[in-house]
């Protein structure tokens, strides 16, 4: 059935398309409840404002080019002067200057000035860029002219363009000369880009501003804010109005970039950074790193994807960009250093991960891109996102190469389309200095990827006054002066305590932090309804010593959990931040299901609570453990481990020996030493107040353990060695989306009894869990080796976009797929091997344990998400072993995760 769901929606999607040409293209948890809020307000914009039918003037390039076969005369009209921002007088780069009526034009450069001369007796000059009111003055024909222009915001978004003719004509590439434009533009790309040099060096400064905006009368006015006015910026354009804001995160960075080609390396040197962060419960550089990514770290034109907000966009001079995109020639522009070629573009599909916009085209045999506009339409797949604009201005260089001189990306969200608080961001790029093929000395290119200068963090205002390269705006230069007199203000302070507090779990009383709150409450068939309290201890207390802790207890089993921890850090950085070095020292007592390593109870999610099925089996634990923690600035970390465990059976786990008397064990003890590697190349993190998450981008994670049991020493009853390994992997493909693949393996020497195997993870919660099997039941299988993939395809709404009634939802279908294939040798097996714990017996009332065996466990789902945006469904199949008691092969799980 789900077979023919699939193939069917499939048909719809590639009906009358060439599956040819389509098989040709395919060429954490969350940072806490506020993190999350302020992720899906984050911002970009600019709506799409231009039809399938854009044709303004020619769909022609012969037509273009014959227009320079102009007479000429002698008379040369001359215009010159600047263009600047009517609301904060900041210069305006690349305005379209032209005289009407002709076809002569250039566009300001990024001081603002400009200069216009051609011959004829022009009487008008026009200034017009997209979001701006147009500008028309009259000049002095056939004189110099000097003027001084301010523009204006659109007060209204504009129109789409449409063109109608007697007979309405459909698109096709074929025959198009905007589409000929575009395949030149892909075959000379290598040519164009600057990467293609051998050695490339540059100077960058980066700006990115956050604010809120929309913000109620009510508020502003209200007895709360009153006092914190001052921060209020009321000349923040958005989508062509004026919006007051408040300004809550704003950074500068100064660096150098090398790269070279082969060997591919890429350095970043930071030589300063400043930074402020109204909004101090979210981790400040973690959301740096964030909004770097969200708002397009590195935007290559060039590339066949551009990696933004979350998501890869298809660009459109990727090399099969006509096959998803309508492109026309809307205008052409003679400038002083020859004529350029406006092609504008629109998606085929308006829900897919698309762009509209134009592009402006040199005609001088090199075809290379010497400016750019990136927009999105309302229909687009993104989850709160209003708006989003990307400029991208080129600059031409002595050797005729046009290189990229600034990036502006502007973005905002909000809960509601077009009302309601929202955030708008803004990311600006400078790239000056730019130096091809000076290669650095060999050891230079051994360094590390990001490298900070000493002394980066640069407070004072002059170094910034003489090295930025961009303007600031009024408000922008005034914003460090107004944070620094917030943060000195008592009510600010116990406002962001309590937004600490709800957002980050822990409530904090300078050296001591009370929480996490969101364990204060859980319930399980075991322990019925759990109460726990904790805390630990902050740098206040000591930097090189760390204490932390919980107690709980459950009104049904009624015994008392703890688990008390010391750490002692050789940098003095809290443990929970990066990068570790520390000793680890906890003794623990709790209880848990076998194989899930205390994830079900002491941080236990809300879905995690409810179970589907009984959950039979249970453990109560008593572990001391020491731990050396070490993490490298690579990514690369270990962990050396020693685990003296202790675990005894409850509920209707029983450890029972398959001797005569069926001798039954009351407990178990091991101990065992251990090391866990873990490497994740160009990682990038959030660091949360518990945990840190790992920005998913293209490189794998890999995980290698090896835990070796010792008989004999501190009670250990049993020798084996143990291997795992686990490689995560995410893969993009563009406009179908993305794949998570995880391959994972494990092998276990030594004879043990089942609750030493390998305990394949099991999750009979309501909620999905990515890396379990949501079919199989808890200790359901073990095995001492086994192999197992785990792949989960997300399509980001490419077959459901295109879905009449249905399109308009936005929501995003997933594929999952999981395999695991083992086995259980005959030392291991109680029915061959004497002296090993006898198997649960599965009963109607129970699920039982069993080997895994030659056939491989499988199961696979369909998931809808997006749903409300903020939910998703799956639901799953199970394809084996399905004569086991109490199973049943069909489930519906759910998930809340809200993204963009």
């Known amino acids: 059935m789900l077979l023919n769901f699939w193939s069917r929606i499939i048909i719809l999607v590639f009906q009358g398309r060439s599956i040819f040409q389509f098989l040709t293209f395919l060429n954490i948890n969350r940072l806490k409840t506020l993190s999350c809020f302020g992720l899906i307000l984050f911002s970009l914009n600019v709506a799409a404002q231009q039809t399938d039918s854009l044709k303004k003037k020619s769909d022609s390039l012969k037509t273009v080019t014959d227009t320079s076969h102009k007479p000429q005369t002698q008379v040369v009209t001359l215009v010159s002067g600047q263009v600047n921002d009517a609301i904060n007088g900041k210069p305006l780069q690349y305005i379209s200057i032209s005289f009407p009526g002709s076809s002569y034009g250039t566009y300001s450069d990024k001081l603002g000035k400009f200069t216009l001369s051609a011959p004829g007796l022009f009487s008008r000059v026009t200034f017009s860029y997209v979001g701006a009111q147009t500008i028309t003055k009259n000049i002095k024909p056939g004189q110099a002219n000097e003027l001084q222009i301010r523009m204006h915001s659109s007060q209204t978004q504009l129109k789409e363009v449409s063109v109608t003719t007697g007979k309405k004509q459909r698109y096709r ?21 600057m990467e293609s040099s051998d050695y490339l060096q540059y100077d960058q400064y980066e700006r990115i501003g956050l604010s809120f905006f929309h913000l109620s009368q009510k508020f502003i006015n209200g007895r709360f804010f009153s006092k914190y006015k001052f921060l209020l910026d009321t000349t923040l354009k958005i989508n062509g109005q004026v919006q007051t804001s408040l300004p809550v995160y704003f950074s500068e960075k100064l660096s150098q970039n090398y790269y070279r080609k082969n060997p591919e390396k890429s350095i970043q040197v930071l030589n300063a950074q400043k930074q402020i962060n109204i909004i101090k419960f979210v981790d400040t550089a973690g959301l740096d790193v964030y909004l770097n990514r969200l708002y397009g770290n590195n ?37 002083a250093k020859g004529k350029l070629v406006e092609v504008s573009f629109t998606p085929r599909n308006k829900g897919d991960l698309l762009f509209e916009g134009k592009l402006l085209v040199t005609l001088d045999g090199h075809y290379a891109v010497a400016g750019c506009e990136l927009n999105v339409n309302k229909q687009i797949n993104i989850n709160f996102m209003r708006s989003l604009k990307i400029r991208l201005d080129f600059v031409q260089d002595p050797g005729g190469r046009y290189y990229l001189s600034k990036s502006d990306v502007t973005a905002d969200f909000g809960i509601l389309k077009t009302k309601g608080l929202g955030v708008i961001g803004e990311r600006t790029v400078v790239y000056t200095n730019y130096k091809l093929n000076a290669p650095q000395p060999e050891a230079f290119y051994k360094g590390k990827d990001l490298q900070i200068a000493e002394n980066a963090n640069r407070e004072d205002t002059s170094y910034w006054a003489g090295h930025r390269t961009d303007t600031l705006s009024g408000q922008q230069a005034q914003i460090y002066g107004k944070i620094s007199k917030l943060e000195k203000m008592p009510s600010f302070k116990r406002t962001m305590w309590i937004a600490s507090t709800l957002t980050g779990g822990f409530a904090d009383f300078g050296a001591v932090q009370i929480g996490p709150i969101n364990s204060f409450f859980a319930f399980s068939s075991q322990e019925g309804l759990r109460f726990q309290g904790g805390g630990r201890t902050t740098p206040k207390f000591n930097k090189s010593i760390y204490l932390e802790g919980y107690g709980g207890i459950g009104t049904k089993d009624k015994q008392l959990k703890y688990d008390l921890i010391t750490y002692l850090s050789l940098n ?19 209880v848990d299901v076998p194989g899930h390593s205390f994830s079900i109870n002491n941080r236990q999610a809300a879905l995690s609570s409810f179970q589907t099925g009984a ?8 572990i001391f453990r020491l731990d050396y923690v070490k993490d490298f600035e690579n990514h690369f970390s270990y962990d050396v481990i020693f685990k003296n465990w202790n675990q005894q059976p409850a509920a209707k786990l029983v450890y029972e ?3 005569a008397n069926n001798t039954l064990v009351h407990n178990l003890t091991t101990s065992e030493l251990g090391v866990h590697l873990r490497y994740a190349p160009h990682e990038q993190i959030l660091q949360g107040t518990q945990d840190r998450h790992t920005i998913y981008s293209k490189y794998p994670i890999m995980e290698l353990m090896v835990n070796h049991g010792f008989k004999g020493f501190i009670n250990g009853s049993y020798a084996y060695t143990n291997f795992g390994v686990n490689i995560f992997k995410r893969f993009y493909f563009s406009q179908l989306g993305y794949s998570d693949v995880t391959l994972m393996g494990g092998y276990l020497t030594g ?19 990515l890396n379990a099997y949501n079919r199989m039941t808890y200790l359901e299988f073990v095995s001492d080796h086994y192999v197992g993939l785990n792949f989960t395809q997300s399509f980001n709404g490419f077959f459901l976009n295109k879905i009449p009634l249905i399109e308009h939802l936005k929501w995003r279908e997933y594929l999952t797929f999981k395999i695991l294939y083992g086995g259980l040798r005959n030392e291991n097996n109680p029915l061959y091997s004497k002296d090993l714990y006898k198997f649960p017996t599965g009963t109607n009332g129970g699920n039982g344990t069993y080997a895994l065996g030659n056939v491989p466990y499988t199961e696979a789902g369909v998931g809808v998400g997006n749903i409300f ?10 394809f084996s072993y399905l004569d086991h008691p109490g199973i049943s092969p069909y489930a519906v799980k759910f998930s809340f995760n809200p993204d963009f």
């Open 173 to 193: 590439n074929k025959g198009n000369p905007a589409v000929s434009l575009i395949q030149q533009i892909i075959n000379h790309k290598d040519e164009n880009r």
């Open 299 to 335: 935007l290559d034109l060039y590339s066949n994807n551009i990696f933004i907000i979350t998501n890869q966009f298809l660009s459109p001079i990727a090399n099969h960009s006509p096959d998803f995109y309508k492109f026309f020639i809307t205008d052409t522009i003679k400038t």
């Open 572 to 590: 003095k950085t809290a443990p929970y931040r990066f990068p570790n070095d520390y000793f680890k020292a906890s003794y623990l007592y709790d």
């Open 615 to 622: 959950t039979n089996y249970w453990l109560y634990s008593t």
């Open 657 to 659: 020996l398959n001797d």
């Open 751 to 769: 004879k043990v009894p089942f609750p030493l195997l390998n305990i394949s993870s099991a999750n009979q919660s309501l909620a999905y869990d």
């Open 869 to 878: 945006k903020i939910m998703r469904i799956d639901v799953i199949k199970r």
